[in-house]
């Protein structure tokens, strides 16, 4: 039982770090300010979901679980707004010179 | 009274996934749900909008669908040679009236596989930024306004 | 070399940068950045103290910790108070330097 | 009866608080009735001292040191205390003719002064009772909270300039003194006071923590070169403000200094770092009382003179070291320079009010432009020169006794060239005095602006008062709380040769002050325009932060190696 | 177990150290405010990891604080970009 | 090496560069966006020193509330940067600081490394009141029962903070409203997220005080939070902070030191001294305590950070 839990954490934080990597990738490799914000909100978003996905079976009990949960969700939240706070500051700026 | 009672659960449940179930701690979070209800209804008092629950769970089960997707798209564009995006705004007549309803939606869209909303345009539509411009974003996102009506009442 | 000993190194760096921002930069609100740095550089010295005092089963002394607390809210109300004192004295000369002899030689510009 | 030490400190939080809560028009009120408690609560704790064997104690909660914080008095809290209360009512019944809401609302500037004045009257029975390092250190910090805003009441550009270099400064060296404060936790695992006396011995970490500690002081202190705030910040403020900071808050961190040196760590700095101690000192006097020759206006004179008695009061720390044991005493030198620091409290404080005064009815404070005062304003020129004297020393005044103590120690420690530097600091003190009354006794250049209100009577007595009180400081019968030489009290402070020591530093002063001090369009010497570069060099930010860094390392240097 | 999340937590690190850098670089302050956004869950995985690993006791309460003011310093910025009528009548005011 | 001391060396190089770059960045804004960075890296330093209070401390107030301060303040003294460029110093002067403070930070880092480990420590002491006085966690047990008195002076610290920035406002606008103006319509991602966050916010922040007694957390960081949310909502434009005349707001803003000086008194007849606590009744008036110095922390802390009073009172 220990083990498939181990495992199970494994690849989910496996997955997670790989998120990770495809936002910086994403950072690096997109053209402008707008596209790296897709970039940094959605892939990094999933990766930290995945980690907490992860660390669940690693807990301490189901409500320990939950907390990582809410961690997740407010994260979600604060993505979704600095997103389209930024996204809208980079439009009325114009297109980048 | 409704939207209190059921305001008043969802702050409790919140606090139960937060500090998990101690009896000792009960009123404690109790005191605490009180509060963030009362800091609530201030901040954002009940409206016309309405949510219905059961659909709201099939949203939020779309929704963690989307999200795992938008990131999965992430990942391929940045991880494929050639890159192949067209960056751009389009504009974007949402159905929605109540500025809270609006606000959620826009929330949930910025989780959405290529689309940002980036604050609305003089004609009152949104503004959305999309990495392809090529893909029918707007009916993609005309389905998702489906999917959130059924669970908001918006009159 | 332990995680103590290597915070208390980088405090002792933090501080260095922090004293060096202090005394050169001559915009007050990189002064007060600086100083900042400075402040969470002698923090992270009684991080390493109490660390070092690891004892008694708990994994640090707690006292140097809660000096630490007491002491970030100060360097916050510190930092509060200037930066008001610094838009105030904007917000009044239309210049934020601090040399002395500032509002003297600007009198004399005008009247000249 | 330890319970007073606690209430001493309440009381005026408590007051400062329920001003602040209450506010409206009458905030002096919660001020005016608290300064009677206060006093009473500080001339009980004194009394109490004098009757008990050993410096009174209290436990806070219980909690014994090292966990718990403990409160002490002894001679030096007690009689600080007293003359801090004393000052305090002195210049509160001052700011009863400038700071009372004159509309029926409350007013930002009342509001702010009395609660600060509170707060810096806690914040000061605080630095005097810790016992406790880290205690001090949230003291000093509730010093400079206090301070900073009553630089800038009126709102004007050079005053917020001031109060915000005085605030970065001040926490420069707050942060120098904490970083000390936690080497030493490291090292004893306490911060109590005499715990660390018990257990502090000389290693590079507590030399280093004494170091970095001691130039926060001075900092905060401004001893030369430190001092780039204090000309602008305590000439610019209100002349209320302007007597409580330079009266009373630059002895606040100047304690707790004394309190490091003598108390906490007495062996640590060996005999090299307290020559160093007064040499900065010694720099301090002959600079600052130049430099006071030079200034056009008569509040930034008395501002210079406060930067030239911080020297003064810094020089006991040579004095007060003794060779065969190493360490530092609490003897004739400490009585000193305490005695010192009390009476420039008390006639500095009626200095900048008489200087306020001054303004208040010529509606400038310009040297040159004086002639005249003594009778548009003449108990205020009275006040100004009688507060003068009290600098100089008459032989029935506290400067009198202090000097006679520290020119004894330096006697009995051989080090005559201290004596010296006191003599010479006596010297430039009449020289900037006699320049004021000689451009005072002018005749009147032009009229007196019209519209300047009478001096309320209030103001004109609380300032004589406060004077008075500096020169007869001497007399006050000290043996119960201060341990005096024996012989002191057998001398008779009225003698000839009592006289003539107060005399012949005027006689050379007349001369110095005619060669020196800055008189109409005649060209300057040199030396003077070497001087003023130099000040203005030392006010400059880079300059006098790179000097904190290298005081701080020249001490540490002299620890190490002067040993 | 341990040895592998303290490496995972390194890699997320190290992947945010990048991106940092990436997004210090500019071009605009508007690029750069993204920068806590990133730290905040980047750092909030590097935290969470590390601490299954060291077991510190309430690092989730931490994690909960970090997640609450992710969005802190944008709103900041956004906030104080649009002029505030006050600010000119402050100047008018002698 | 082990995976632990490489991520350590990283993390401390990491703090180390944004720090630098802090310090060197050309623009104040750039510099604030360095620092909000580097304190949030710092909260992760301050877990692996196993200080997860100072870790949430240094998260709320001195990466997120503080960054709040500076960024606005780095906004509206943008236009004073240049002027100040021409004041810059030169290379010898930089040398010479540079090389003091190099000196500075040798001589800590060689008193650093000579201190004994394990060292000098108070933990066995502080621990074993800890039952009699209900806690568990020894942090909040010297912040509010052993070193009790230096929290009831900061806390007056904090008053003081609020007293002299009130006190920089102008005799005009002496009573009147600070901060930003409010909006006509709550629309957009800010006020969305001003009205969903604020509510979650007070729990975790109750969560986090209740929780201080045993585990990490407490009022500091919990009013750090719940001051936090109020700053999002002032800044989202929903509402607008109160005048600094109103009653309950001076209230709030004392209430912390006013009823740790009660409770400190009351101990005079009740416990035998000043702050001590009435033998089994500790962990009651302890968390009263707490309650009151979350709510004036939560109140002190937005009042410093949206400055004097700017508009005529009404």
């Known amino acids: 039982m220990k083990s498939v839990a181990d495992i199970f954490t494994i690849v989910a934080v496996c997955a997670g770090s790989f998120f990770f990597l495809a936002g910086t990738v994403g950072l690096l490799r997109f053209p402008d300010s707008l596209t790296r914000l897709h970039a940094l909100t959605k892939a990094d978003n999933l990766g930290l979901g995945l980690v907490v996905l992860g660390l669940l079976p690693q807990a301490n009990g189901f409500l320990g679980g939950l907390k990582l949960v809410a961690v997740w969700l407010l994260v979600q939240l604060a993505g979704a707004t600095v997103a389209q706070v930024i996204a809208e500051a980079l439009r009325r700026r114009g297109p980048p010179p | ?155 | ?112 | ?563 | ?94 | ?314």
């Open chain 6, 1 to 314: 090496m082990t995976i632990i001391e490489a991520l350590d060396i990283g993390l401390a190089f990491l703090v180390l560069g944004v720090a630098g770059w802090t310090i060197a960045a050309h623009e104040a804004f750039t510099a604030v966006i360095g620092y909000v960075v580097y304190g949030l890296l710092l909260a992760l330093v301050w877990v692996r020193l196993f200080a997860l209070d100072v870790a949430l401390t240094e998260a709320a107030i001195g990466s997120g509330v503080t960054g709040v301060l500076l960024i606005s303040a780095a906004v509206r003294l943008r236009a004073s940067e240049a002027e100040m460029m021409h004041e810059r110093l030169g290379i010898a002067p930089r040398l010479v600081a540079a090389a003091l403070c190099l000196v500075a930070a040798a001589a800590l880092a060689a008193v650093v490394l000579d201190m004994p480990d394990p060292g000098a420590t108070l933990a066995p002491q502080a621990r074993q009141p800890l039952a009699e006085l209900g806690l568990g966690n020894a942090i909040t047990a010297v912040l509010i029962a052993y070193r009790a008195f230096d929290t009831m002076l900061e806390k007056v610290v904090l008053v003081l903070a609020v007293i002299g920035v009130w006190s920089l406002s102008t005799d005009a606008n002496w009573g009147g409203l600070a901060g930003p103006t409010r909006l006509e319509r709550t629309e957009g991602p800010l006020a969305f997220l001003a009205q969903l966050l604020p509510p979650l916010g007070i729990i975790v922040a109750l969560h986090i005080v209740w929780v201080g007694a045993n585990e990490p957390g407490g009022a500091f960081q919990g009013g750090a939070l719940l001051s936090a949310m109020a700053l999002i909502v002032l800044m989202a434009r929903l509402r607008e902070a109160p005048a600094i005349g109103r009653r309950w707001l001076r209230v709030a803003l004392i209430s912390g030191p006013v009823v740790f000086l009660a409770i400190g008194l009351l101990g005079f007849a009740l416990a035998g001294g000043f702050l001590a606590y009435p033998l089994g009744f500790a962990k009651p008036v302890i968390v009263f305590i707490e309650v009151f110095m979350t709510l004036s922390v939560a109140a002190t802390l937005p009042m410093l950070v949206i400055g004097p009073p700017d508009r005529r009172p009404s």
């Open chain 2, 1 to 155: 009274m409704k939207p209190l009672a059921s305001r008043l659960g969802l702050f409790l449940v919140f606090w139960l996934m937060i500090a998990g179930y101690a009896p000792g701690d009960l009123p404690v979070g109790l005191a605490a749900a009180a509060l963030a209800t009362w800091a609530s209804l201030r901040l954002l008092p009940a409206g016309n909008g309405r949510v219905r629950l059961l659909p709201l769970v099939g949203l939020a089960l779309h929704f963690f669908r989307q999200s795992v997707s938008a990131g999965a798209q992430v990942a391929w564009l940045a991880f494929r040679p050639s890159m192949p995006i067209h960056p751009g705004f389009i504009a974007y007549a949402t159905r929605l009236q109540w500025a809270g309803a609006r606000n959620a939606f826009c929330a949930l869209s910025s989780l959405l596989p290529g689309t940002l909303p980036a604050g609305s345009d003089d004609h009152g539509s949104l503004s959305i930024h999309c990495l392809d411009v090529d893909q029918p974003v707007a009916d993609d996102l005309a389905e998702e306004e489906g999917l959130f009506l059924q669970m908001v009442r918006d009159d």
């Open chain 3, 1 to 112: 070399m332990n995680a103590a000993t290597l915070a208390g190194l980088s405090g002792a760096a933090l501080i260095g940068l922090g004293l060096y921002g202090v005394l050169t930069h001559p915009h007050p609100l990189r002064k007060l950045l600086s100083f900042n740095v400075l402040g969470s550089g002698v923090f992270l010295m009684f991080g390493i103290i109490a660390r070092k005092g690891a004892a008694a089963g708990l994994a640090a002394d707690p006292v140097p910790q809660a000096l630490v607390i007491t002491g970030i809210v100060i360097a916050f109300s510190a930092t509060a108070l200037a930066v008001a004192l610094l838009l105030r004295l904007f917000a009044v000369d239309r210049s934020a330097t601090l040399r002395p002899d500032a509002t003297i030689e600007r009198n004399d510009r005008s009247d000249a």
């Open chain 5, 1 to 94: 177990m341990t040895e592998f999340l303290l490496g995972a937590a390194g890699f997320i690190l190290l992947t945010v150290t990048v991106g940092l850098v990436r997004i210090l670089a500019g071009p605009g302050n508007i690029d750069r405010t993204a920068a806590a956004q990133l730290l905040g869950t980047g750092g909030i995985a590097a935290l969470l990891l590390v601490a299954g690993a060291t077991g510190a006791r309430g690092a989730e309460d931490v994690a909960l604080g970090l997640a609450l003011l992710a969005a802190f310093a944008s709103v900041a910025f956004v906030n104080s970009v649009e002029q505030r009528p006050s600010d000119n009548a402050e100047r008018a005011d002698p």
């Open chain 4, 1 to 563: 009866m330890t319970s007073l030490l606690v209430w001493s400190l309440a009381v005026p939080i408590g007051g400062a608080l329920l001003a602040f809560v209450v506010g409206g028009r009458r905030v002096h009120w919660f001020a005016l009735a608290t300064l009677p408690i206060g006093l009473a609560i500080a001339i009980a704790i004194a009394a109490a001292l004098s009757r008990s064997s050993g410096p009174l104690l209290y436990l806070i909660g219980g909690w014994s040191p090292p966990l718990g914080v403990a409160l002490r008095a002894d001679w030096l809290s007690a009689i600080m205390m007293v003359i801090t209360a004393v000052v305090i009512c002195g210049i509160a019944a001052f700011a009863c003719g400038d700071f009372i809401s004159p509309r029926p609302a409350e007013a930002r500037r009342p509001f702010a002064f009395w609660i600060l004045l509170l707060a810096l009257w806690s914040a000061l029975n605080l630095v005097f009772l810790s016992g406790d390092l880290f205690t001090l250190y949230v003291a000093l910090e509730l010093l400079v909270f206090s301070a900073v805003p009553l630089v800038c009441l009126d709102g004007r550009a050079e005053t917020l300039r001031a109060a915000l270099r005085y605030l970065l400064f001040a926490l420069l060296g707050s942060v120098l003194y904490l970083v000390g404060t936690g080497l030493l936790y490291g090292a004893c695992g306490t911060l109590d006071i005499d715990l660390l006396a018990a257990c502090l011995r000389p290693e590079p970490v507590t030399l280093v923590a004494a170091s970095l500690m001691t130039a926060g002081l001075l900092a905060k202190t401004a001893l030369f070169p430190l001092y780039l705030w204090l000309p602008a910040a305590h000439a610019g403020a209100p002349p209320a403000a302007s007597a409580v900071l330079s009266a009373l808050v630059v002895k606040g961190s100047f304690f707790v200094a004394v309190r490091l040196w003598f108390f906490v760590m007495p062996a640590l700095p060996g005999e090299a770092a307290t020559q160093v101690m007064s040499a900065l000192a010694a720099a301090a006097i002959v600079f600052a009382s130049l430099l006071a020759l030079r200034q056009d206006r008569l509040k930034l004179l008395v501002a210079y003179s406060t930067l030239a008695q911080i020297g003064y009061i810094f020089l006991m720390f040579a004095l007060a070291f003794d060779e065969g044991s190493g360490r530092m005493v609490q003897g004739s030198a400490l009585v000193g320079g305490m005695m010192q620091a009390i009476s420039h409290a008390t006639a500095k404080a009626g200095m900048f009010m008489a200087a306020g005064m001054i303004y208040a009815s010529l509606g400038h404070d310009r040297i040159s432009e004086l002639g005249g005062i003594a009778r548009a304003a003449p108990l205020a020129a009275l006040t100004f020169l009688l507060a003068g004297l009290a600098l100089i020393g008459p032989p029935s005044s506290g400067v009198y006794l202090a000097k006679t103590l520290l020119l004894r120690a330096a006697d009995n420690t051989g080090q005559w060239w201290w004596a010296g530097v006191l003599q010479v600091g006596g010297v430039l003190t009449s020289a900037y005095l006699i320049l004021v009354v000689a451009h005072a006794l002018a005749p009147m250049r032009r009229a007196p602006t019209p519209g300047h209100a009478a001096i309320p009577r209030l103001q004109q007595a609380a300032a004589l008062a406060l004077v008075l009180c500096s020169l007869v400081l001497g007399l006050v019968p000290w043996q119960p709380w201060l341990p005096l030489p024996v012989a002191m009290s057998g001398h008779g402070p009225l003698g000839l040769a009592a006289l003539w020591s107060m005399l012949w530093p005027i006689l050379i002063g007349v001369p110095v002050a005619y060669l020196l001090g800055r008189r109409g369009n005649r060209r300057p010497w040199r030396v003077a325009l070497w001087l003023e570069d130099a000040d203005r060099l030392l006010r400059q930010w880079p300059t006098a932060g790179a000097s904190l860094v290298a005081v701080a390392v020249a001490l540490a240097a002299a620890m190490f190696f002067g040993r």
